[in-house]
């Protein structure tokens, strides 16, 4: 059961004379978590947004269990395989419930057409709410449901959004930057809460933080990326070893 | 909504239908009302159609008038009885097509054309940048009406004269033995709620949730395995159906149809009227085009003829007067109303009685 979820070889995105990822490898196999550092602009998000679709990468490929994703596929194409994601800067459907956030991930895989949607014929409706109803109570979110997803505390909407991505019903999710704003406390609650889900929803997780506690708390395997390039990889006692990380990184990012 | 809150609003939509129904046989079918109130109708449905695009799925787009223009001239062209061709298709030997249709058959047919029409504009402009729908709509609907009027289609379009002698709302008054039961205003009334009733089931739908959620976020909507492209099409493509249907009523309301006057101004009173009801807001669109079309053809007319409210003061009050003050009037609701008389918002009971309740509980003083 150690197979390969992700698998990306000489991953590069170009955006005109940037380079922002350079001739990238990365695996993560099945169940693990593992952990995308490095210091701000390094490239982390760009290698999520070729991962996930949203750019097409200059050069390199990604395969996903096993099967290459061809260039040009699209994000929806990409979510439906099983790849979910979290953004840096949330991105939740602002004047929608908690409730049809969640909604709206189970609508790939919904079997209607906008007829038998319209009118009702068939039961998908109700299915996919009692789904999403019991998402939310697993997830502690259900008195919240029928708040507007803007109402909600940062931390909540953090939660829901990883929350909204576990309806897609994914293999592996992306979270981008997770804790970002946090406390220490709410970091710490964070950590558990992702080796939580990895065992409950059988997930594999690749990660970008730069709360480092959080990192090498919970990480398998570490890749370190700076300017693009990838400096070293290991577990995160090697990276914490590593003399190129704590000059490009650890050094001097360990609050940031 | 609660089961009592359907049943009581069910309720107040039947004893509309009811009040309608008496107001028509006993007041004089020239009544402004009923201008109003079919006018309304039609632009309501219309409004609404934009709304479902321009409010809940976040794409702006300017070809209500060019959809609404398809649909009165297929609507026109398949329900001129045979009898009256040689007579409307004079300058075309009575034109090609020797046939008609039901009437309701006509009515989807205006709908369907309209639809495969948006669907084909929005083939190469909603894949790549739907910032190009505006632009490509608004050239779209000059197109037809310069295509619609063009000589060598008069066989089909008449051509630059008018289509007429189609089945008019007057058509469904029942005439039985020197009496009439007037339904000129009931049936279109009858035939808009059908049709905006379907658009409310696709908007409350997982359809229509997707359509906001394309409109709060594309990229996220995106990331949630929501193909944009066909959302966004299938939006523009219900949208459009209806303002063809739309455009086939209105074509029954004004007896001829002729592509001149499907200008852009149309659009941009339907935009008009879904702004003052409020983007996102069905019921705000229907309540803002009665009252867009009340007042402009109805309530501010004095100030085109002479004299308003009784005050006669010819010099003022001439024509172009109703103009500026709509103009005024539109501006204190763009400043004042936002977000539109509606907001987001729906018109609902409990609505009526949250507002009510807020209205006579006396306010907290604050502790000094
Ligand atoms: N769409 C884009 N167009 C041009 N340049 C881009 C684009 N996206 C990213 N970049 C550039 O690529 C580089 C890497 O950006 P990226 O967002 O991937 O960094 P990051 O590692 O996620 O940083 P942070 O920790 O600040 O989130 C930066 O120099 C950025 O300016
Ligand atoms: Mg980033």
């Known amino acids: 059961m150690s197979g390969s979820v992700l698998n990306i070889k000489n991953l590069t995105m170009r955006f005109g004379g940037v380079t922002a990822v350079d001739n990238l490898p990365l695996e993560v196999r099945r169940g693990e978590i593992v952990a995308l550092i490095g210091p701000n602009g390094a490239g982390k ?145 964070l950590a558990e809460f992702i080796q939580q889900i990895r065992g409950k929803y059988k997930l594999t997780v690749l990660i970008i933080e730069h709360h480092m506690d959080l990192v090498m708390q919970i990480s398998d395997r570490i890749y370190v990326l700076d300017f693009g390039k990838l400096i070293a990889t290991g577990t995160p006692a090697e990276i914490q070893e590593n003399q190129r990380v704590i000059d490009a990184y650890l050094g001097v990012a360990d609050d940031a | 909504m609660t089961k009592t809150q359907k049943f009581i609003s069910v309720l107040l939509l039947v004893a509309l239908y009811a009040v309608i129904f008496v107001l028509e046989q006993t007041l004089a079918p020239s009544e402004m009302l009923f201008t109003v109130l079919k006018k309304g109708a039609i632009y309501a449905l219309v409004a609404v159609s934009m709304n479902l695009l321009n409010g809940f799925t976040g794409l702006f787009s ?100 008018l289509l007429r002698k189609f089945p008019t709302f007057n058509d469904f008054n029942i005439v039985t033995g020197g ?110 085009s009665f009252l867009f079309i009340a007042a402009s053809e109805w309530w501010l007319r004095g100030l085109d003829s002479g004299s308003f409210l009784g005050i006669s003061a010819p010099m003022l009050f001439r024509a172009g007067f109703r103009k500026v003050v709509f103009a005024v009037i539109i501006m204190a609701i763009v400043l004042f109303y936002r977000k539109g008389l509606m907001g987001a918002n729906e018109f609902s009971i409990q609505g009526i009685a949250n507002f009510f309740k807020k209205l006579f509980t006396p306010r907290k003083r604050s502790a000094k």
């Not at chain 1, 038998?116 to 259900?142: H, M, N, T």
């Open chain 1, 45 to 189: 998000t760009t290698v999520f947004n070729c991962v996930t679709g949203v750019y097409e990468a200059t050069d390199g490929s990604v395969s996903f269990l096993g099967k290459p994703i061809a260039k040009g596929t699209t994000p929806d194409k990409i979510t439906k395989l099983g790849i979910a994601r979290t953004f840096q800067n949330i991105r939740l459907f602002s004047t929608m419930t908690v409730f049809e956030n969640v909604l709206v991930a189970k609508h790939m895989r919904m079997r209607q057409n906008i007829f038998s949607a319209a009118f009702r014929i068939r039961k998908e409706e109700q299915r996919v709410r009692d789904e999403a109803l019991a998402l939310l109570e697993e997830q502690g979110l259900l008195h919240l449901k029928d708040e507007a997803a803007s109402n909600l505390p940062y931390g909540l909407q953090r939660h829901l959004e990883i929350a909204r991505a576990l309806a897609t019903d994914p293999e592996l999710i992306l979270l981008d930057e997770p804790a970002a704003g946090m406390n220490p406390q709410e970091t710490s609650e």
């Open chain 2, 62 to 161: 300017l070809g209500q008038a060019g959809f609404m223009l398809i649909g009165a001239y297929v609507y026109g062209i398949f329900t001129i009885p045979i009898d009256a061709r040689a007579s409307v298709y004079q300058y075309f030997d009575g034109g090609v097509i020797q046939f008609t249709v039901p009437l309701v058959v006509a009515l989807i047919m205006a709908g369907t054309a309209a639809a495969l029409i948006a669907a084909l504009i929005g083939l190469p402009v909603l894949r790549l940048k739907s910032d190009y729908l505006a632009i490509a709509t608004l050239g779209f609907a000059e197109i037809m009406r310069a295509i619609l009027q063009w000589d060598k289609l008069g066989p089909v379009t008449n051509g630059s004269n």
């Open chain 2, 179 to 288: 009496k009439t039961i007037y339904m000129s205003t009931l049936v279109p009334f009858i035939i808009v709620g059908v049709c905006i009733f379907v658009i409310v089931l696709v908007i409350n739908s997982s359809y229509g949730r997707v359509f906001r959620a394309i409109r709060d976020d594309e990229r996220a909507a995106e990331a949630m395995g929501v193909s944009l492209f066909a959302h966004k099409e299938l939006s523009f493509v219900i949208s459009s159906f209806f303002a063809g249907v739309g455009g086939a009523l209105l074509a029954m309301y004004q007896m001829t149809v002729q592509a001149s006057a499907f200008k852009a101004a149309m659009t941009y009173e339907i935009l008009l009227i879904v702004v003052i009801g409020g983007l996102g807001s069905v019921t705000g669109s229907c309540i803002g």
